[in-house]
């Protein structure tokens, strides 16, 4: 895991893993995306807070390849989860 990040407010959390499976840009990246994402989706949900995070990769001249998982959960309350990502493709011998 290159990213993660834990968002905080009242009873609800948020939190994020992210990996940058590996690409130039992906260790900047990793350190920005994880609280853009936490951030946006404890204000407007998990898929605006991935989907904002893509948009940063953007800023990059060759914008990076990563996965992450964001959940948000609150006692009482239904876990949700959203993925979004470029899986790593496995490592194929010759």
């Known amino acids: 895991m290159d990213g993660q990040h834990v968002q905080r407010r009242g009873e609800r959390v948020c939190a994020v893993a992210l990996d940058g499976a590996g690409y130039r840009g992906a260790a900047a990246y990793a350190a920005v995306a994880p609280a853009v994402i936490t951030h946006t989706g404890m204000a407007m949900g998990g898929l605006a807070g991935l989907t904002t995070a893509g948009q940063v990769a953007h800023a990059y001249e060759v914008p990076p390849h990563a ?24 490592h194929r011998s010759r």
């Open 67 to 90: 996965s992450a998982v964001y959940a948000c959960m609150k006692p009482g309350r239904v876990t949700r989860l959203s993925a979004a990502g470029v899986p790593r493709e496995p």
